[in-house]
């Protein structure tokens, strides 16, 4: 009986993480498709599908969220990226995501889910700068940190502030949240 119920908490666990993968695809793809207004900033965008990453850092495990993030940037390269928008994505997503996690150890009586996120925002542009960086080798890139920074702080913001919405009035994501807090080691695997 006990084995049945891994199987099963494992299959749905499985098909949320499918999900959001498929929603992250899905955002980003018609993220692609939003003209960005601001022409002094080449490159910068929204980065909605990170609100995908936010909603599973707090759950799923560690190890789901670093397969969802890869699965995500994965079959959004293939689905119309290149190899480029693929190294850019990947050091701005896994930067942000290690950023986000590390400041999420503050606790949530230090930062709210907004300040990860408006974390993660900026340290997302900071990734991409640096992949720039290596690719053109040179430094100069990074010039255009100041101003990616505070469009990633505002972007992450109302990221954050959309998370926060959503785990406030859709009762799964609550739950969910709330599993992850107080049963950690339920959600291992």
């Known amino acids: 009986m006990n084995n049945s119920f891994e199987r099963s908490n494992k299959t749905h666990r499985n098909i949320y993480i499918a999900l959001l993968v498929a929603q992250g695809v899905i955002i980003g793809i018609l993220e692609r498709m939003i003209p960005f207004p601001f022409a002094f900033a080449p490159g910068a965008k929204l980065g909605l599908a990170n609100l995908i990453t936010i909603v599973a850092i707090y759950t799923l495990s560690l190890t789901d969220v670093i397969t969802l993030t890869w699965l995500r940037l994965i079959l959004t390269a293939l689905l119309g990226g290149t190899l480029s928008t693929f190294l850019y994505s990947f050091g701005g997503a896994f930067l942000s995501l290690f950023a986000m996690l590390l400041v999420k150890q503050l606790g949530p009586k230090r930062v709210s889910i907004i300040g990860i996120s408006a974390t993660g925002g900026v340290m997302h542009n900071v990734g991409q700068l640096l992949v720039a960086s290596l ?18 702080l505002a972007a992450g913001s109302a990221l954050g502030i959309a998370a926060n919405y959503l785990f406030t009035h859709v009762t799964i994501l609550r739950y969910l949240k709330f599993n992850r807090e107080h049963h950690p080691d339920q959600t291992k695997e």
């Open 135 to 152: 690719i053109a080798q040179t430094w100069t890139v990074m010039l255009y940190l100041p101003v990616l920074s505070i469009i990633g």
